[in-house]
């Protein structure tokens, strides 16, 4: 609840421009892109810079407020949606590229900076960041880092915590931190970089980033390849890797995922086969031509019945583009997409993906699936309606009977997408009770009010428990 007079105190700090409670601005703010999640905020304000952003952490920590962190909101964990009220936390002004040091090969970043517009920005000299996920033309780097995101070129590059070298952080009493810097070693004391990274909100405020950037690899190739059987393409998976190859993207897409994306993208995708893998790779001429032709005829000697390699540039970038889509395709479907981000090690996507289609009948639910085949994260995504109770009912059992077949497989509740508040009653799937105390052991040394994106993460006790045997 914010008074009178704590509002006027806010106003004093970012200006009655950067303040907002009108009715419609807290409905636009009440929900992200997480589907049935939804709770007003009391107040929305977008701090001029860190030390506007320290001024309401204090007074939010000295009146217990809830802050929402949130970056352009396209997180699917309800991550930033203000279940118990208080602020939500804006990064419109702090969207500026600081300094991008080509000796250091590093950039730093404002947390509103745009992720697409900074990868098109270091490319344009030579660099390259690699986490690329697939909403970055309008993710935002703090959303980023907070969520740990990966994205197509995860196999070989790895995701946005290897590329995070330093982090400013406002505190949740309002001091502000500087954790690592321009350094290929630092060893001075806990890693509190890798603590903030993938938080979700809930330690802290991300107010300046220093990542770590590489050179652009020379060339790029982009082959489909053809299954008639879902097995043949998951076994292609590990048997690429298992010969030493490493894709930089490594992409599967089922029938029913297939057809909806060429719908809605035309560019002659196969739809009359049971699943395609995307395959890029990319390097020196050289040896991304060996390397293609080597993925080629592993892919064959696994059984696809065809494989076809981009011809143009313009072709490859339709394909990846394509596979970008696959959420927005599929939502047209239904009025509601939940997408799932089960993941398990590479070797069991056979078994994974298996399951799933058996637990979609076992229910009558519709699920698609795709996804970053490489790294064994799965996007199992249900088309479905959120007024339709009773089908809400058997896709809360199916998605649950998926979260614990990842975790009974080796796997986990999410790869990429964070745990929110769409996951918290999953986490103990993962973690056991001990770990989940662990980390609220963390959660309190750092935020004893509980004022940094509370409800997230951390289920409340009276939600259902789970429970599941590991195998
Ligand atoms: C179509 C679509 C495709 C997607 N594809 C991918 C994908 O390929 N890979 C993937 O990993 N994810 C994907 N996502 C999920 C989502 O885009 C990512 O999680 C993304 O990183 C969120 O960025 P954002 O700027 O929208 O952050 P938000 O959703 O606004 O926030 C995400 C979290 O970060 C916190 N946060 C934001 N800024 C800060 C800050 N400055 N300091 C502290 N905490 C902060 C928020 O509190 C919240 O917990 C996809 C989502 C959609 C809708």
Known sequence: MITELLKNEFIDIVGQENYEDSPASKLVYSFDATPNYQAMPDAILSPRDKKEVAEIVKLCNQHKIPIIPRGSGTNLSAGTTPLEGGIVLLFKHLDQILEIDE??????????????????????????????????????????????????RGLKYGVTRDYVLGLEIVLPNGEIIRTGGKLAKDVAGYDLTRLFVGSEGTLGIVTEAILKLIPKPETKKTMLA?????????????TIIANRVIPATLEFLDQPTLKVVEEFSKIGLPTDVEAVLLIEQDGPIQSVQTDMDKIATICVQSGALKVDVAKSEFEAEQLSTARRSALSALARLKPTTILEDATVPRSEIANMVRAINEIASKYQVEICTFGHAGDGNLHPTCMTDARNK??????????????KKAVSLGGTITGEHGVGAMKAPYLHLKLGEEGIAAMQAL???????????????????SRKRIVVSQS
């Open 226 to 238: 053809l299954y008639d059987s879902m097995e043949a393409a998951a076994q292609t998976v590990s």
């Open 390 to 403: 009773e089908e809400m009912h058997r896709v809360e059992q199916a998605l649950e009977e998926i979260f």
């Open 103 to 152: 000796e250091n090969l590093t950039i730093t970043v404002q947390p509103g900076v745009n992720t697409l517009e900074m990868i098109q920005t270091v490319e344009e000299i030579g660099l390259f960041y690699p986490p690329d996920p697939s909403s970055m033309k309008i993710s935002q780097i703090g959303g980023n880092i907070s969520e740990n995101s990966g994205g197509l």
């Open 443 to 461: 959660k309190q040394a750092f935020d004893p009010n509980n004022i940094m994106n509370p409800s997230k993460i951390f289920a409340k006790s």
